[in-house]
């Protein structure tokens, strides 16, 4: 099938002849953005404790990309984390979730389960939900605030957030340069 857009619609009759889906301007765009957060700032999207630490974090303002879909926040937003067990350790995880049946993107906090040796929460990555994860928090168990030594930013890692740093990424030339040493010999 050949497709191609995006062309301006005329009105014929009371119908438009054009009409293009979110989901086609996400493919295009997701053809050459990949995802994670948008490196300009080393802040951006930051999971931070709160100056007077508390049971809730900060996440700074920044802008990020899933799947061809943008989001930005553009204040501080602050989300709660549940109370901590009294016996046992729990790893949370501060996702920011692209879900296709709310048609929205949001930040949240993803709870862990308690245990003696607590893991993480796993990245959602189905035909529904789409997470990229800013940040891990280790809640030990009796916890009543969260400091910034609990808090683990993994906006770098390729595995479950990353970076955009440019429309562009890397572009493959292997079959140009095959093309040219071919014509030149």
């Known amino acids: 099938?050949?497709?191609?857009?995006?062309?301006?619609?005329?009105?014929?009759?009371?119908?438009?002849?054009?009409?293009?889906?979110?989901?086609?301007?996400?493919?295009?765009?997701?053809?050459?953005?990949?995802n994670?957060?948008?490196?300009?700032?080393?802040?951006?999207?930051?999971?931070?404790?709160?100056?007077?630490?508390?049971?809730?974090?900060q996440v700074l303002s920044g802008q990020g990309w899933i799947n061809g879909y943008w989001y930005e926040n553009t204040d501080i937003l602050y989300l709660p984390i549940d109370v901590a067990d009294g016996?046992?350790?729990?790893?949370?995880?501060?996702?920011?979730?692209?879900?296709?049946?709310?048609?929205?993107?949001w930040l949240t906090v993803k709870k862990g389960t308690p245990a003696i040796n607590p893991i993480a929460p796993e990245v959602t990555r189905t035909a529904d939900y789409y997470e990229l994860q800013l940040a891990t928090i280790s809640i030990p168990a009796g916890s009543i605030k969260i400091t910034q030594a609990q808090i683990t930013d993994t906006r770098m890692n390729q595995e479950v957030c990353g970076w955009?740093?440019?429309?562009?990424?890397?572009l493959d030339t292997a079959t140009l340069f095959n093309q040219f040493t071919d014509g030149f010999n």
Do not use: K
């Open 164 to 170: 955009v740093t440019g429309v562009v990424d890397q």
């Open 87 to 105: 016996i046992l350790n729990r790893i949370d995880s501060v996702v920011l979730r692209l879900g296709f049946s709310e048609r929205n993107i």
């Open 1 to 34: 099938m050949e497709r191609c857009g995006f062309f301006d619609a005329y009105l014929t009759g009371e119908v438009y002849d054009r009409e293009y889906l979110a989901s086609q301007f996400a493919a295009y765009f997701a053809s050459f953005i990949g």
């Open 36 to 57: 994670g957060v948008y490196a300009q700032h080393g802040n951006q999207l930051q999971v931070m404790a709160q100056s007077n630490p508390s049971m809730s974090i």
